[in-house]
């Protein structure tokens, strides 16, 4: 059983009922930090009772997963309210007093845009097929995962003595750089594309 802070390597795909592949992850696996990242309950406590090279499918039915569409998150707005006329498609973003909600534009005539703001796989019943590739439980196998994540692993050194890691990519550093202060908090960070070019946080 996993416990509060274990990385955890998995590849998952998620396919409707009918097997259609709606996402996939990477063939090399995803990070999942138990405690930290949320997927849906009953994944979440699937993966966390998984072992490593273990293969579980789940099937959702919607009450698991999303939910059933809510018809009072579809809204109708004026177009004139947008600064540019979306395209049916269209994801955008609309704040609440609970926070961001992203939803899609499904219609845009008449001079109105009506936006769906339930979740994508609302009143879907989903199958999450899962692989647990690796659990890290000590610090450098940590490290090495989180890395893995940003293809990172040859950009970034890591020094665990001196509680250091040394960035070699300014647009790398502005990516893995927050995830590693967060999970990492000990760690100091240094930016070090080359002589004479360095930055420390």
Do not use: W
């Amino acid at each position: 059983m996993a416990v509060f802070g274990d990385f955890i390597l998995i590849k998952m795909r998620i396919k409707d009922k009918e097997g259609n592949v709606l996402e996939e992850g990477r063939d090399k696996g995803d990070v999942y930090v138990y405690g930290l990242n949320r997927i849906l309950p009953k994944v979440d406590l699937a993966i966390a009772q998984m072992k490593e090279g273990e293969e579980r499918v789940l099937t959702l039915e919607p009450q698991d997963a999303y939910g059933m569409p809510n018809p009072e998150l579809i809204k109708t707005y004026p177009a004139a309210q947008f600064k540019q006329v979306p395209k049916v498609g269209d994801v955008l973003e609309s704040q609440t007093p609970q926070g961001p909600i992203r939803g899609v534009v499904k219609r845009v005539e008449n001079g109105r845009i009506t936006i769906d703001f339930n979740p994508q796989y609302a009143g879907k019943t989903l199958v999450f097929e899962v692989k647990v590739l690796g659990i890290a439980k000590d610090e450098a196998e940590k490290i090495k995962y989180t890395l893995m994540q940003y293809d990172a692993e040859d950009k970034v050194d890591a020094d665990t003595k001196a509680k250091k890691f040394v960035i070699k990519d300014a647009e790398l550093y502005g990516k893995v750089g927050p995830t590693l202060a967060f999970l990492f908090p000990e760690y100091s960070l240094e930016l070090k594309e080359g002589e004479g070019q360095k930055k420390e946080a």
